[in-house]
């Protein structure tokens, strides 16, 4: 193993009462995906080769959400350093550097780990912390800085003096820990402190004592927001909907009003996209370049291929691909189904489950009815197929290439190509029939009003 290599520890044994929740903590999501999944994808971007998950008991649906990557029981929780003891099995022999994550702290920036690491690389350093200057420093450990700018130590706020108070410059919790000497550092931890807890903290005194060195790098407070309750929560949600909206606009998107749109972690957006105000993109979304989404739409698991048009209030599931130049307009929702080149759905309909051909015109209020209550059942419409206004399409069924539909049809059997599927009952023509029954109720209502 060579001494760059990158190990993660993510801490996440916290119940997380405060959320008054039934998932764990780290399991509640911002832009689309858990908290704890951030963190690793953040680290992952490292190349870390081994990322380790310390859960408490019971909680064994975050190791789900967590796979490739290892979680670890700690059985009880007596503290952040007995936490990241429980990942000493599953990094034996790891000699690089630990990093010492929380999967309640999911903006982390790949950048700062990154400096973090060479921070410590630079220095020599056995353990480099994670600074920041908060607002209000309360409760945060303070780093206790030695002229030289390295770090001497972390004093808890329970164990600070009224000097040692006066820091403001807090421990984040993250760290860069030299694999080869973290265990036996914190196998010297004990728990004589205010709170009777093994500090994570103490490590960097512990360090110094045996003639090796701590240092420290800074970070905005932004990045390091815990999350404890849903009003943090929706904090972190705000933070990072920033971030996505100006790395849409960096990328060549147009945002028309961009503190209306959601992104989530995985939206991709091609360059001359056009985003009206108020859409909202759920998770596995692509535009591809110069499509439009108008205002008002909300999309997951959807792609949407160059210079297609979407909305204003257009719904797309997972599974709907819009072909080039197609275009999906007001009130239409489209789910597990594929839209043909220049194909249009421009009114008030459901396409669910079915092949829309190249240039097909499905008009206003065509429903595919395409479940029967218990199966799943798809629609095939060929290429330059005409679907009359309000019509019907029952699946399985096939309209075959150039054929129409005509207008109030409900179709259940295929259309061949080039026919005319129409199902109508005939109408009548009774002459100075409306006239009479005007005249015939005007004179009802006469005598009832007398
Ligand atoms: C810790 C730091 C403090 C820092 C602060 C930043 C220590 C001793 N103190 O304090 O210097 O300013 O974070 O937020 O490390 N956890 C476990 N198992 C445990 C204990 C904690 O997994 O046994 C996890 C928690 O889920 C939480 C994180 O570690 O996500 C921090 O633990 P917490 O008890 O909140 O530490 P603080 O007292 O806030
Ligand atoms: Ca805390």
């Given at each position: 193993?060579?001494?760059?290599?990158?190990?993660?520890?993510?801490?996440?044994?916290?119940?997380?009462?405060?959320?008054?929740?039934?998932?764990?903590?780290?399991?509640?999501?911002?832009?689309?995906?858990?908290?704890?999944?951030?963190?690793?994808?953040?680290?992952?971007?490292?190349?870390?080769?081994?990322?380790?998950?310390?859960?408490?008991?019971?909680?064994?649906?975050?190791?789900?959400?967590?796979?490739?990557?290892?979680?670890?029981?700690?059985?009880?929780?007596?503290?952040?350093?007995?936490?990241?003891?429980?990942?000493?099995?599953?990094?034996?022999?790891?000699?690089?550097?630990?990093?010492?994550?929380?999967?309640?702290?999911?903006?982390?920036?790949?950048?700062?780990?990154?400096?973090?690491?060479?921070?410590?690389?630079?220095?020599?350093?056995?353990?480099?912390?994670?600074?920041?200057?908060?607002?209000?420093?309360?409760?945060?450990?303070?780093?206790?800085?030695?002229?030289?700018?390295?770090?001497?130590?972390?004093?808890?706020?329970?164990?600070?003096?009224?000097?040692?108070?006066?820091?403001?410059?807090?421990?984040?919790?993250?760290m860069a820990i030299d694999g080869a000497a973290m265990f036996d550092l914190l196998d010297a931890v004990g728990n004589d402190n205010a709170k009777g807890e093994y500090y994570l903290t103490d490590i960097v005194e512990i360090a110094r004592s045996?003639?090796?060195?701590?240092?420290?790098?800074?970070?905005?407070?932004?990045?390091?927001?815990?999350?404890?309750?849903?009003?943090?929560?929706?904090?972190?949600?705000?933070?990072?909907?920033?971030?996505?909206?100006?790395?849409?606009?960096?990328?060549?998107?147009?945002?028309?009003?961009?503190?209306?749109?959601?992104?989530?972690?995985?939206?991709?957006?091609?360059?001359?996209?056009?985003?009206?105000?108020?859409?909202?993109?759920?998770?596995?979304?692509?535009?591809?370049?110069?499509?439009?989404?108008?205002?008002?739409?909300?999309?997951?698991?959807?792609?949407?291929?160059?210079?297609?048009?979407?909305?204003?209030?257009?719904?797309?599931?997972?599974?709907?691909?819009?072909?080039?130049?197609?275009?999906?307009?007001?009130?239409?929702?489209?789910?597990?189904?594929?839209?043909?080149?220049?194909?249009?759905?421009?009114?008030?309909?459901?396409?669910?489950?079915?092949?829309?051909?190249?240039?097909?015109?499905?008009?206003?209020?065509?429903?595919?009815?395409?479940?029967?209550?218990?199966?799943?059942?798809?629609?095939?419409?060929?290429?330059?197929?005409?679907?009359?206004?309000?019509?019907?399409?029952?699946?399985?069924?096939?309209?075959?290439?150039?054929?129409?539909?005509?207008?109030?049809?409900?179709?259940?059997?295929?259309?061949?190509?080039?026919?005319?599927?129409?199902?109508?009952?005939?109408?009548?023509?009774?002459?100075?029939?409306?006239?009479?029954?005007?005249?015939?109720?005007?004179?009802?209502?006469?005598?009832?009003?007398?």
């Open positions: 193993m060579s001494t760059d290599a990158v190990a993660t520890v993510i801490l996440a044994a916290g119940k997380g009462t405060r959320m008054k929740s039934a998932l764990p903590k780290v399991m509640h999501a911002i832009g689309g995906r858990p908290m704890v999944q951030h963190v690793l994808a953040t680290a992952a971007a490292l190349d870390a080769e081994k990322q380790v998950v310390v859960v408490g008991p019971d909680m064994a649906d975050v190791a789900g959400a967590v796979a490739p990557w290892d979680t670890a029981v700690q059985e009880n929780q007596l503290g952040t350093g007995d936490a990241v003891l429980a990942a000493r099995s599953l990094l034996a022999g790891f000699t690089g550097t630990v990093l010492v994550l929380y999967g309640d702290t999911p903006l982390i920036r790949t950048e700062t780990l990154r400096a973090m690491i060479a921070k410590r690389a630079e220095t020599g350093a056995a353990v480099v912390v994670l600074g920041f200057r908060p607002d209000e420093p309360g409760g945060y450990g303070r780093l206790v800085t030695a002229p030289d700018g390295s770090l001497d130590a972390i004093v808890e706020a329970k164990e600070a003096t009224p000097e040692q108070l006066e820091i403001d410059l807090c421990n984040s919790g993250v045996r003639q090796m060195r701590g240092a420290y790098i800074e970070a905005e407070e932004a990045e390091l927001l815990g999350v404890n309750s849903r009003a943090d929560l929706a904090v972190a949600e705000s933070v990072l909907q920033g971030w996505l909206r100006e790395a849409a606009m960096a990328g060549g998107a147009t945002l028309t009003a961009p503190e209306t749109v959601f992104f989530s972690w995985d939206t991709r957006l091609g360059q001359d996209v056009i985003v009206g105000p108020h859409v909202f993109f759920g998770p596995g979304v692509t535009v591809d370049d110069t499509a439009e989404i108008r205002a008002y739409s909300h999309l997951e698991g959807a792609h949407v291929k160059s210079s297609a048009q979407v909305g204003p209030y257009a719904r797309l599931r997972p599974g709907a691909v819009l072909e080039a130049g197609s275009r999906v307009g007001n009130f239409v929702e489209i789910k597990n189904a594929v839209l043909g080149e220049g194909a249009k759905a421009n009114h008030l309909s459901y396409i669910g489950d079915a092949d829309v051909g190249a240039g097909a015109n499905i008009g206003a209020g065509t429903i595919t009815c395409n479940y029967d209550g218990y199966l799943k059942w798809r629609t095939k419409i060929g290429a330059g197929a005409f679907i009359g206004s309000n019509s019907a399409l029952v699946a399985p069924i096939t309209v075959g290439d150039g054929a129409i539909v005509g207008a109030g049809s409900t179709i259940t059997r295929d259309v061949e190509p080039d026919a005319l599927g129409v199902t109508r009952a005939d109408q009548e023509e009774i002459p100075g029939a409306a006239k009479r029954f005007r005249e015939h109720r005007a004179a009802m209502k006469k005598n009832q009003s007398k």
